[in-house]
């Protein structure tokens, strides 16, 4: 499929999507979010894909917040629909893929910049990344799940902090944080969330995708996170992943998932 504001390649079972509108620092305006949706939607169901990485064109931003120009006029009913939307269709359906997705902020990741790195699996940083959400400073709160992701990620004290000064970070800070995984070279970006992403693709993508559920189990109101993983660990069992896996352990050689 094309698209307007977004690029989607997969290579070596890798999809690679790439928000393009350096111009405007990647701001997801409304018909990009409803590209990412779809580009999200058919690489999670090609069952040759195995990781998804987003990044973000250009040198200075992954993406530099809802596009501002967009919502400006919005009426408290327009806000509301704005929100539930977008969280609906693009950050809660990255988060609960069945396909892992990685997050390669290359630069500013602002407002649902870093709300989109944040519904991701993880995030790699490259050292020119500035994160925050400045919501604040337009007289509006995140609305794509950053009152609830960041502090899951970095603590109660430090999403307050960063939310009420609408202040930004940088990528050794968000790595102290615990809001990135790694911190690397702009250049080496993309091959290091490659690297990353080989390592998951040999694993089982049954059991990964078992524990991307077990996993956001945890942060879901209401459910008893230990439940759904002996469910999880359970399903296991009956897959050709696990005979798979097992077998080859007491073989002595390389697993070959079927992914079934
Ligand atoms: N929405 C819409 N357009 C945006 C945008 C956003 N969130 N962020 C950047 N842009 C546009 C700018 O309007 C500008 O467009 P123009 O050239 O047509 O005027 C272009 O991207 C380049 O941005 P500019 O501000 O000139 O770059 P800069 O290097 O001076 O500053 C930032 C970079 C990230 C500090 C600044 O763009 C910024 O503060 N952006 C908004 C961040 C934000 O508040 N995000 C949360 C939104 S809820």
Redesign the pocket.
């Known amino acids: 499929m094309s698209y307007n504001n977004i690029l989607s390649e997969t290579s070596n079972s890798i999809c690679f999507i790439t928000i393009n509108r350096p ?3 990647n ?1 997801l305006n409304k018909e990009t979010i409803e590209e990412l949706h779809e580009a999200f939607k058919e690489a999670d169901e090609d069952k040759e894909i195995k990781v998804i990485i987003i990044t973000g064109s250009g040198e200075k931003a992954f993406v ?6 967009e919502f400006a006029n919005f009426s408290v009913s327009e806000g509301k629909r704005l929100a539930a939307k977008g969280q609906e269709i693009l950050f809660d359906f990255i988060e609960n893929l069945s396909t892992p997705v990685i997050a390669a902020v290359n630069g ?1 990741a ?3 910049g870093l709300e989109l790195a944040m519904a991701c699996h993880f995030r790699i940083a490259s050292h020119n990344a500035k994160m925050g959400l ?2 604040v400073s ?1 007289g509006v709160i995140p609305g794509y799940g950053g009152t609830q992701r960041l502090p899951n990620l970095v603590g109660k004290g430090r999403a307050m902090e960063m939310i009420m000064t609408a202040g930004m970070i940088d990528a050794n800070q968000a790595l102290s944080y615990g809001l990135v995984n790694h911190v690397t070279s702009q250049e080496e970006l993309i091959a290091n969330c490659e690297k990353i992403a080989e390592k998951i693709s040999r694993n089982s993508s049954i059991a990964i995708s078992a524990t991307i559920r077990a996993i956001n189990a945890n942060y879901i109101d209401g459910v008893d996170g230990f439940e759904v993983e002996i469910n999880e660990f359970g399903n296991c069992f009956g897959t050709d992943d696990f005979t798979e896996g097992t077998t080859a352990f007491l073989q002595k050689r390389k697993a070959e998932f079927p992914g079934s």
């Open positions: 111009n405007k620092l701001a530099a917040g809802a596009d501002i120009s500013f602002l407002g649902g400045p919501e337009l």
